[in-house]
């Protein structure tokens, strides 16, 4: 697997976001590190599109940022009146009805959204700072490999305003409620120890390793089938919706899917 990503052509590289793809691997970098990978709406939608364009050869998504910082959270250009050229302000969308309000906060939801489709796995590696919606783009992924040096906030509440870029819920899911509301309400940061001790992170490794640790655990999970880890994937992730008997009967269904097809009798 060719690392860093730059030695492959892009398939999209716009708006702070690189895609590239070496057989089934893709990795998604942030590309800002002058503004410490600040986000903003063209950036969610660079997001958004680059799940559109992953080729269906892809099994595992790594999601890195460039230079000391994943990303440092919103663009606080957002935060002004006069806003991001082209792009609405916070003021511009408060004005906005209901539905086309809500409308537009989906939409910058997409970019967070695809990285938990069971067709691929995505492991997001972070180093320095993710804050606010680099938290929560972190938190949109599988898995999260860390550096020595990563620092976590969810400073939204601080700020007058809620996590709404798809982190609470996985928040809540790894951490529980009362660790979970306590992050949030507090914007405090959460280092490497902690975020591997509370289950926020798999694995803390020093800064000049996170790339190497990534691209390790991608080929650990390529080493897999492919349609055993989408079974388990998808059992995973819907066990929190289901009781135990039902856990228990998706089991069933998933493994006799498995010996069906290891027996050459699938569909």
Known sequence: MATPDQELVPLLDKDGVRLTVDDALATVTL?????????SPAMWRALAQAGRQLPGSV???VLRG??????????????????????PSFIDLARRGDAELDSAIAEFQEGFTWWRRNDVVSVAAVQGHAIGAGF???????????ADDVQFAMRETS?????????????????????????????????????VNSGLANLAV?????DAAAHDLAAAILAAPREAVIETKALLRGAGDRTYDE???AERAAQTRRLRDLAGLGE
């Open 136 to 146: 929560q783009l972190a938190l949109a992924c599988d898995v999260r490999v860390v």
């Open 31 to 39: 590309t800002n590190p002058a503004k410490r990978n600040a986000q």
């Open 206 to 210: 020093p800064a000049a390793e996170l």
């Open 59 to 61: 099994r595992v998504v």
């Open 66 to 87: 460039e230079g000391k910082s994943f990303s440092a959270g919103l663009d606080r250009q957002m935060f002004t009146p006069e806003g991001i050229e082209g792009e």
């Open 247 to 249: 856990q228990r009967a």
């Open 159 to 195: 700020l007058g305003l809620v996590p709404d870029l798809t982190g609470t819920h996985p928040l809540v899911s790894l951490v529980g409620y009362g660790r979970a509301a306590e992050i949030c309400l507090t914007g405090r940061f959460v280092g490497a120890e902690e975020a």
